[in-house]
Nanobody, 126 residues
Framework: QVQLVESGGGLVQAGGSLRLSCVASGRSFSSYTMAWFRQAPGKEREFVAASRRYGSSTHYADSVKGRFTISRDNAKNTVYLQMNNLKLEDTAVYYC???????????????????WGQGAQVTVSS
């Protein structure tokens, strides 16, 4: 069983930056694919970014590519999402997700992840 706890959300002006953190409990953190998803009011949960197991590769949604960076510190069991040049449309609840069995072709699908955090609100204002 893996528990995920996000932190770092908040209110920021458009063009600003925030960094989300997600700390995972349990062992073998490095063997998990870690991902961030987000869900805006009235919309479906959507993929944001993923760091594959052992940090072998990173992947991003087109909407955040060049602005967001996912990274992980396996010694701290922590994955980060650095968000720069935030836009109004980035406003959402951001969720951390983890799974040890995610294959490359499925890492953008929420159903591929067994473990989820409680979510962190990110609000971008004009």
């Amino acid at each position: 069983q893996v528990q995920l706890v996000e932190s770092g959300g908040g209110l920021v002006q458009a063009g600003g930056s925030l960094r989300l953190s997600c700390v995972a409990s349990g062992r073998s953190f490095s063997s998990y694919t870690m991902a961030w998803f987000r869900q805006a009011p009235g919309k479906e949960r959507e993929f944001v970014a993923a760091s594959r197991r052992y940090g072998s590769s990173t992947h991003y949604a087109d909407s955040v590519k060049g602005r967001f960076t996912i990274s992980r510190d396996n010694a701290k069991n922590t994955v980060y999402l650095q968000m720069n040049n935030l836009k109004l449309e980035d406003t959402a609840v951001y969720y951390c997700a983890a799974d040890s069995g995610v294959i490359l072709s499925s890492l953008r699908f929420a159903s591929s992840y067994a473990y989820w955090g409680q979510g962190a609100q990110v609000t971008v204002s004009s």
